[in-house]
């Protein structure tokens, strides 16, 4: 059995979106997914819902947690493509772990692609295109003997406190570099 992909409302009705509806529209994206993987699966517990996650990553099936996390900076700047791709990836990664063999399968494995493909009508892509400068920004520049490397300020505190990064690329240490930054902002 194949399902069609989960609607998505018009991109024009998103962009005027202020931040508590388009939250609002996240929950009634995610309950959309839920009621179609209780089609195939109907013990499926109902996740909840967090817009907490940071940095790179969209989106997270969190099961210690119970739920589902998302990434509102990206969502805010992605809001179409996050309701059609992220919602249903998070959701296959949900009902691949409540499956009776859930917590064996891999997390882009060939469950969750049958559930991207067959349940979502989606190609299964590991990883989103959207740009994460604004949502994870490293202003923090490191050089070494062949291009700038900028860290996060967590990262950056860990080099101040003594851990050594090289660069996979000619295997030099880095080294910090803070007038890079001056010249990357301006």
Do not use: I
Request: hydrophobic share 35%.
């Amino acid at each position: 059995m194949t399902f069609s992909a989960l609607p998505v409302p018009a991109r024009d009705y998103l962009e005027g979106l202020d931040a508590t509806q388009l939250e609002a529209c996240l929950q009634a994206q995610v309950e959309a997914a839920w009621q179609r993987c209780r089609e195939v699966h109907p013990e499926l517990p109902r996740p909840r819902v967090w817009c907490d996650l940071r940095g790179k990553s969209a989106g997270q099936a969190h099961f210690g947690r119970g739920g589902l996390r998302f990434n509102a900076r990206l969502y805010a700047e992605n809001r179409h493509a996050f309701l059609a791709e992220v919602v249903p990836h998070e959701m296959a990664h949900w009902l691949v772990q409540h499956l009776a063999d859930g917590s064996r399968a891999r997390p882009h494995g060939r469950e969750w692609q049958t559930v991207m493909r067959r349940l979502f009508a989606r190609e299964p892509h590991v990883t989103h295109r959207f740009d994460v400068s604004r949502a994870s920004p490293a202003p923090h520049c490191y050089r070494c003997a062949c291009r700038a490397h900028f860290f996060t300020p967590r990262r950056h505190a860990l080099a101040r406190r003594g851990s050594r990064y090289r660069c996979r690329h000619c295997a030099q240490t880095l080294v910090y570099a803070p007038r890079e930054v001056d010249e990357k902002s301006s």
